[in-house]
């Protein structure tokens, strides 16, 4: 199979901010995910840079056209490299053989009949740059850009949209996936249950000559959309590249809402005049919101994605983008979002499965991946594994991207409950149990195997670690093929894993949230100085009221770390489900890897009392076990169906 992903071709009259950002990473991802299918894959972005607002931008800062593109181009240029995006090419529309395939084009539909003379009167929105229809206006205004269109009367040449109209109506209805989600293909169908007006393709050199030159009338130059949609062709090799019908078949367009018409009306009903097979797919998605109001440059709330690389790094904003946008409605960004989805998702979920078992397989079985033996019974994580990649699968293949990602972590939340359950500490200390011992760290460590490879879209830069420390090459087919390896049981025994740094360091949210826990921090106060009253109980004998006070609830251990100059403490992170330190006198009976994950019970409302310098927020409950003659604690654990965060009652 082939695919060719394209996104829109970025107007340079500004900047790229995340929006941009969101569509090359959902391409980007998308190509990833073919190429790892074993498709023969292309994918292309680029830049738009002609027509009245690229003019308009050279001017206000007093340089050419040529120098202003050439610079603004360049910098979207730069950005998808920071973002681990890998286009095949990268098409500007000021390229030689661009111009070319349009003047070729533009000849083409003229000696056709399909492009006329004539005079028009009309609504133009510069921010659009296109004509708008009284209909599509809102208050006098255009609803994308809140401005009052200028009413314009010229002579100029027009395209024979309407000709097509009804060709392009059988061809939605009869090719369901033509334009998804459902809704867009509605908007696009409802739109055509009116007369199409045809479509003006020139602007007359007096007013703009920023443009492609006509071929058959020099006072005029293209219409901009007319230029730029042909970009999808060019990229492609129109008309005589070798792979041109290859690509061309399989193309998919990714756009946002914003340019829907162009997409599913003019773009459709060029095609069909050139006699041309239409593209296969337009995928379109929602807006990136901050506080409710579109994220764009003429608002000027635009995000900066090498700010939040900077900050979060790229595999954080790869997955944020593609998890917490649900592909064709709108979402919101915000920093606490992105931290919520790193600290959570990657550090706890996904960073502590990989780094406790691999820091157990070093531990146990001297960083080797150990054999299983007769392991037939235990098929919880195979089973699981084998739906997983089926819906992962599934949902890739048409964008639900947080669909996909859903069910991926999935299969890392029963991994991480594998270890609470199975308790691979407890087992190597029973040397009859080895075979257990490995059959459970082998599964573990295929587990991570397959997450590298069904991860590997969405964060190449983690993957690559990730494989460099199960001991794989970062090509190896085992990460990099879901054709053949997406199957259980391929990672080989005797692999050696190599030590790398922990994939997500977890954003400290403490600066960030310093007002937030002074005042819960007075809050406990003011509760631990109650729960002093306590105190007065009668020989031991506590009232059930007294017991009501102690706040008890489950906690998740999501790090542990020895207490430097203590051989007797742990500092634990809890989630229950705030996050909060707790100093626990465990160190002889748990080493720090065996805890993530667990959960445990604590004392949620005792007051803050500093071990070893640190504040301890809390204590962790645990049984005192007598063996001859010694002493030790086991901790109290709860099943792994419970929130951390439940109150015990
Ligand atoms: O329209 N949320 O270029 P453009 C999500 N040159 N995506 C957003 C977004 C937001 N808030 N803001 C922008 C043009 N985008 C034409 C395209 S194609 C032949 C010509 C993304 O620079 C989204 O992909 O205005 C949207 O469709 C595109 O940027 C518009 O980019």
Redesign the pocket.
């Known amino acids: 199979m082939t695919t060719y992903i394209t996104?829109?071709?970025?107007?340079v009259n500004a900047q790229p901010?995340?929006?941009?950002a969101?569509?090359t990473i959902v391409a980007d991802t998308y190509n990833r995910f073919r190429r790892l299918t074993g498709d023969t894959v292309r994918f292309q972005t680029g830049t738009?840079e002609h027509g009245d607002k690229i003019a308009e931008a050279a001017e206000k800062e007093g340089c050419s056209p040529k120098e202003y593109v050439d610079r603004i181009s360049a910098m979207f240029r730069s950005t998808w490299p920071l973002l681990d995006v890998e286009p095949d090419n990268f098409i500007r529309t000021t390229d030689k053989d661009h111009v070319a395939t349009v003047q070729a084009i533009l000849q083409q539909v003229y000696d056709k009949g399909d492009i006329y003379f004539d005079k028009y009167t009309g609504l133009y929105c510069t921010g659009c740059e296109r004509f708008l229809t009284e209909k599509e206006l809102e208050d006098g205004k255009c609803p994308d850009h809140q401005t009052v269109p200028d009413e314009i009367t010229e002579e100029n040449y027009f395209f024979r949209m309407s000709c097509y109209q009804q060709d392009l109506i059988d061809h939605i209805n009869a090719n369901p996936d033509f334009i998804t989600p459902e809704r867009y293909k509605n908007e696009v169908l409802s739109f055509l249950s009116e007369p199409l007006e045809d479509l003006c393709i020139s602007r007359p050199t007096s007013r703009l000559t920023w443009g492609i030159p006509l071929p058959f009338d020099e006072n005029f130059v293209t219409y901009v959309?007319f230029d730029?949609?042909i970009?999808?062709l060019t990229g492609a090799g129109y008309p005589d590249g070798k792979e041109f019908d290859d690509y061309w078949s399989a193309a998919e367009h990714?756009?946002?809402k914003?340019?829907l018409k162009?997409?599913a009306i003019y773009w459709p009903t060029m095609i069909l005049s050139m006699g041309l097979p239409l593209y296969k797919k337009l995928h379109v998605?929602?807006?990136?919101?901050v506080d409710e109001t579109?994220?764009?440059k003429s608002i000027g709330n635009v995000i900066r994605p090498a700010e939040l690389i900077e900050e979060y790094g790229v595999d954080s904003i790869r997955y944020f983008c593609l998890r917490e946008m649900s592909f064709g409605l709108d979402a919101s960004f915000s920093s606490d979002a992105i931290v919520s989805r790193k600290n959570s998702d990657l550090a706890n979920d996904l960073g502590n499965l990989y780094s406790r078992t691999t820091a157990m397989l070093v531990k146990y079985t001297d960083g080797v991946v150990p054999a299983l033996v007769g392991a037939g019974d235990d098929t919880v994580l195979s089973d699981l594994a084998g739906t997983v990649i089926e819906k992962y699968r599934k949902n890739m293949s048409v964008f639900q991207f947080h669909r996909a990602l859903q069910a991926v972590w999935e299969l890392i939340g029963q991994a991480n409950k594998y270890i609470v359950t199975n308790e691979p500490w407890a087992l190597v200390k029973e040397p009859a149990r080895v075979a257990r011992l490995h059959t459970v760290l082998y599964n573990l460590t295929e587990t991570l195997r397959l997450l590298t490879l069904l991860l590997q879209p969405i964060m190449p830069g983690t993957c690559r670690k990730m494989a460099e420390g199960l001991g794989l090459a970062q090509d190896s087919p085992l990460v990099t093929d879901l054709s053949g390896n997406g199957a259980w049981g391929m990672l080989e025994a005797g692999t050696r894993l190599q030590k790398i740094d922990a994939l997500f360091p977890r954003v400290d949210t403490k600066k960030k949230k310093k007002s937030v826990k002074q005042e819960s921090k007075k809050k406990k106060k003011e509760k631990s100085c109650k729960n002093k009253q306590l105190s007065g109980n009668v020989e031991g004998v506590i009232s059930f009221d007294q017991f009501q006070k102690v706040e008890l609830r489950v906690a998740e251990i999501v790090t542990a770390e020895p207490v430097k100059k203590s051989d007797r403490l742990l500092k634990l992170t809890v989630r229950a489900p705030e996050e909060r330190v707790i100093v626990a006198g465990i160190a002889e009976y748990y080493s720090p890897e065996d805890l993530l994950g667990m959960l445990v019970l604590i004392v949620a409302n005792l007051q803050p009392v500093k071990l070893m310098g640190i504040e301890s927020q809390g204590m962790v409950l645990a049984a005192k076990v007598e063996e001859d003659g010694k002493s030790r604690l086991v901790l109290s654990t709860v099943s792994a169906s419970v929130p951390p965060g439940a109150r015990v009652a």
């Not at 996104?7 to 107007?11: D, F, L």
Request: glycine fraction near 6%; charge should be negative; hydrophobic fraction near 35%.
């Open positions: 996104t829109p071709i970025y107007y901010h995340l929006g941009h969101y569509t738009d959309w730029a949609l970009n999808y990714v756009i946002a914003d340019i162009p997409h998605h929602g807006y990136w919101n579109k994220m764009s």
